[in-house]
């Protein structure tokens, strides 16, 4: 049930401080301290542990709690796609046509989805929202801050990334009906054509012709944003390489569950992977390689992973418990929380505003009760940009989201 927003707490006045004292801090970038974190005008103005506070701040004792950066999953569908309800009310593929370039995410996102709320409840601030992966080409991400009554508000980077997929989904989806592509080398195919046609139409520069699709193309093919592919078996990720290598745009690896076999070949070429969802069965052929021990070795390797949940394939507020998981089965808690952190905001090209507690970037931050890498442990209190949007009612025993407003 969609819940109207209640009346607006008072704005913030410009200069507003907040001083967070008191608290284990893990800045992600830097090494952890006992000490104070403060917000000015919503960035982090400093961080230590001998920050002066100036007059008039607002300060919360943290009571030795443990203080992190907002965490950010990089590959979700909020908003898109309710979890619960039937695929004919979801918006996330546009599939009357493999090439889907030019359709928007943000043209499709519902921020009043109860994802967004679920998100606050586990520590992850911001949000790389994809379209599906039923086409070759499926169309236009973006990276959103999870609070908001207005998608504008919430925006980081639009368009954040093209998506696009290989792989078992567009081979079914069009296969079923008897259209192109029906095969791997079909769907490769339809991904070329698409690349060669937006080359021509670049060099004509005809500006009295515009075409959405080859524009959002275009994009890639300046290396504006990155080519977001979704693939999970070797066999598709070295297709994924040759196609980048041919049209030389900037890859993205989402899923990538068979990356570790390639390894040593995604680290030479700094090819980041987006691994995830890690929790579910292995509902298709693609997915017999998934294993919790694959983000370890695939850092163990030198790729820079982050882990995803696919919400909502994976419950959103349960990303955290994926490392912790992947703790156990060989990462190593520092990429852990890199990987849901500052690498994440690296592949947005987000991180000189988000990813680590860092003088300058948005106070986006998450007091949690202890090590959230421990599952006992639960976010107390989220901020965005300073401003606190979730805190924890420990008599109620429930999460209280701020009016969206």
Known sequence: MRTPAAAAPPAKAKGHSLAITNAHVVPIEGEPFD????????????????????????????????????????????????????????????????????????????PFDPGFDDALAGGITTVNVNPGSGNPIGGLAVALHTHGRYI?????????????????????????????????????????????????????????????????????????????????????????????????????????????????????????VLIGPLFTTKSKVELRGRSLQNPGKLAAAGVEISIITDHPVIPIHFLVHQCTLAIKEGLDRETALKAITINPAKVLGLADRVGSLTKGKDADLVLWSGDPLDVMQRALKVWIGGKPVYHYDAEARQGVVAARA
């Open 35 to 110: 000490g104070t974190v403060l917000v000015t005008d919503g960035k982090i103005a400093g961080a230590g542990p001998n920050i002066r506070i100036p007059a008039g701040t607002e300060v919360v004792d943290a009571g030795g709690q443990w203080l992190l950066p907002g965490f950010i999953d990089a590959h979700v569908h909020l908003g898109m796609h309710p979890e619960g309800e039937v695929s004919a009310t979801s918006d996330v593929n546009e599939m009357t046509d493999p090439i889907m370039a030019a359709v928007r995410a943000i043209d499709a996102v519902d």
């Open 152 to 272: 504008e508000e919430m925006v980081l980077r639009s368009p954040s990334g093209l998506k696009s997929a290989l792989g078992e989904n567009p081979k079914r989806n069009y296969g079923e009906k008897k259209q192109t592509p029906s095969t791997r080398l079909g769907t490769a195919m339809v991904i070329r054509k698409a690349f060669i046609d937006a080359r021509n139409y670049m060099a004509k520069n005809d500006k009295n012709a515009i075409d959405p699709r080859m524009e959002a193309l275009a994009m890639v093919l300046r290396r504006e944003i990155p080519w977001r592919q979704h693939c999970h078996r070797a066999d598709d990720i070295a297709t994924a390489l040759r196609l980048a290598d041919e049209f030389g745009y900037e890859l993205v690896l989402d899923h990538g569950t068979e990356a570790h076999v390639l390894g040593d070949i995604l680290a030479e070429r700094g090819i980041p």
